[in-house]
Nanobody, 126 residues
């Protein structure tokens, strides 16, 4: 099991930027593909972005493509989500997720991820 802890969420104005961080407590972090998901009130948890174990492959939801950037630092056991040009519809709890797989093939399916953080709230005001 991997313990994941997100941070960086806060209230921000539309058009602003935020960087979310996720710390993983495992000695084998580089063996995990990582993902970011989000859940707004009354809605299902949805895929935002994913990155392969090496960082060589990334994938984004259409709604955030060109605005968000996922990255990782395997030496620090960290994964990041840089969010730019934020919109009110980006308001949600953002979750970090880990999937133990050494593959460049990424998935948007939340059931494929084995480990989840507790989430961090991002609120974008108009």
């Amino acid at each position: 099991q991997v313990q994941l802890v997100e941070s960086g969420g806060r209230l921000v104005q539309a058009g602003g930027s935020l960087r979310l961080s996720c710390t993983a407590s495992t000695r084998t972090f580089s063996m995990y593909a990582m993902g970011w998901f989000r859940q707004a009130p009354g809605l299902e948890r949805e895929f935002v972005a994913a990155i392969s174990w090496s960082g060589g492959s990334t994938y984004y939801a259409d709604s955030v493509k060109g605005r968000f950037i996922i990255s990782r630092d395997n030496a620090k056991n960290m994964v990041y989500l840089q969010m730019n040009s934020l919109k009110p519809e980006d308001t949600a709890v953002y979750y970090c997720a880990a999937r133990n797989i050494l593959s460049s093939v990424l998935t948007t399916d939340r059931t494929a991820y084995d480990n989840w953080g507790q989430g961090t709230q991002v609120t974008v005001s108009s």
